[in-house]
């Protein structure tokens, strides 16, 4: 006998999946802004 369900289990791998997707977002943004500020200290 599982301690979770099946289907609880399949949703947090599901999530894990969605974030891993979104995980580069924050990241690309961040470089991003970096790049803008130094066309702006030039």
């Known amino acids: 006998m599982s301690r ?17 997707m979104f995980l580069p977002v924050p990241m690309f943004w961040a470089l991003y802004d970096q790049q803008g500020s130094v066309w702006l200290i030039q």
């Open 4 to 20: 979770f369900q099946k289907s609880f289990i399949d949703d947090i791998k599901s999530l894990l999946r969605v974030l891993i």
